[in-house]
């Protein structure tokens, strides 16, 4: 069994920062990718940040130069600081990871969802 546990966000206004946590507990064998997407209302699910298997972070267009995401191997742990937030980061955030259980199985994990809204 594996969690993904989430915490931060809340309401922030234009041009502001805003930081997520999110840590993975369980029967951990190895993590291969730790991420995160965001849903805003009427839209899909969209890739935020992430880290590759190849151990280096891959952002979206949209939070490059803006948005970079922290994080701690041994603690098993990512972060999202978002930085110049705008009305368009609105969104659902969640962290994502696909984590091996053992050395053969591997699975897709997310976390619970935390709302980031972004207004004046």
């Known amino acids: 069994q594996v969690h993904l546990v989430e915490s931060g966000g809340g309401l922030v206004q234009p041009g502001g920062s805003l930081g997520l946590s999110c840590a993975a507990s369980?029967?951990?064998?190895?993590?291969?990718?730790m991420g995160w997407y965001r849903q805003a209302p009427g839209k899909e699910r969209e890739l935020v940040a992430v880290?590759?298997?190849?151990?280096?972070?891959d952002y979206a267009d949209s939070v490059k130069g803006r948005f970079t995401i922290p994080r701690d191997n041994a603690l098993n742990t990512v972060d999202l600081q978002m930085n110049n937030l705008k009305p368009e980061d609105t969104a659902v955030y969640y962290c994502?990871?696909?984590?091996?259980?053992?050395?053969?199985?591997?699975?897709?994990?997310w976390g619970q969802g935390t709302q980031i809204t972004v207004s004046s």
């Open positions: 994502n990871a696909i984590i091996n259980t053992d050395p053969r199985l591997w699975g897709v994990y």
């Open positions: 880290f590759t298997s190849g151990g280096t972070p």
């Open positions: 369980g029967s951990i064998f190895s993590i291969n990718t």
